[in-house]
């Protein structure tokens, strides 16, 4: 089936931990993008990537990093989780350039106590 | 500061009325402009998008406007069903042109009752 698939589903993680949380596309996207949804907020975009062996920052990348080793995966690891990166995590993807339709993933919902 | 705003209250309206949600935006120039929709539990899906050489785009019982010198752009669902009650996010690149980084607006939950 074609599409993103994200895992897990939800997590409930202990402060410190470390986390990765995997996205997946078949579409053969070079472009993917990590998001944050949190009540109040929208969704703010974490990182993204415009094709396979790059990265970028977006607009609250601090305390997450990414790699894109190949076309179809993204993960996004937290290094040493926070009470405030309790959120739900959307991944997704779309063609490379301006005036694309983005793609999203089912998200991730995090909570770390 | 930039920023992009809907409506944060929920717009409640009948079932076979025109629905029309409003996103503004200050601060930025956009080459277009992205509308989403987010059902509870669910990434948003794509809906329309439009550049800002256009007035207007339709899809079926959609119809977007964009206005550049007001930094405005409304989404209108005629005859709308119950089936279209849901959260609306609109959409932009900030970078005009950079790639397809959007930035979001908070959304706004749309009913649509019997």
């Known amino acids: 089936i074609a599409g993103i698939t994200q895992a897990p589903t939800s997590q409930i993680l202990a402060a410190g931990r470390r986390m990765t949380l995997r996205c997946t596309q078949d579409m053969r996207h070079n472009a993917m993008y990590w998001y944050r949804q949190d009540l109040g907020l929208g969704l703010r975009l974490i990182h993204y990537s415009n094709t396979a062996g790059t990265t970028g920052k977006g607009e609250v990348p601090d305390g997450y990093s990414v790699s894109r080793a190949n076309t179809d995966d993204f993960p996004l690891t937290l290094a040493s989780a926070v009470p405030s990166q309790t959120s739900v995590y959307f991944c997704?993807?779309?063609?490379?350039?301006?005036?694309?339709?983005?793609?999203f993933g089912p998200g991730t919902r995090l909570t770390v106590l | 500061s930039q920023k992009i705003e809907q409506n944060s209250e929920a717009l409640n309206i009948q079932e076979g009325k025109t629905a029309t949600l409003t996103c503004n935006y200050t601060?930025?120039?956009?080459?277009?402009l992205q509308w989403y929709r987010q059902d509870p539990g669910r990434g948003p899906v794509f809906l329309l998008l439009?550049?800002?050489?256009?007035k207007e785009k339709r899809k079926e019982r959609l119809k977007v406007t964009f206005d550049t010198t007001l930094k405005q752009s409304l989404f209108h669902i005629t005859a709308s069903q119950p089936a279209d009650s849901a959260t609306y996010l609109c959409a932009l690149d900030p970078s005009a042109g950079g790639g397809n980084k959007l930035t979001f607006g908070t959304g706004t939950q749309l009913k649509v009752e019997l």
């Open positions: 601060n930025y120039s956009p080459a277009y």
């Open positions: 439009i550049r800002e050489n256009e």
């Open positions: 997704a993807s779309s063609v490379e350039g301006s005036y694309n339709e983005q793609f």
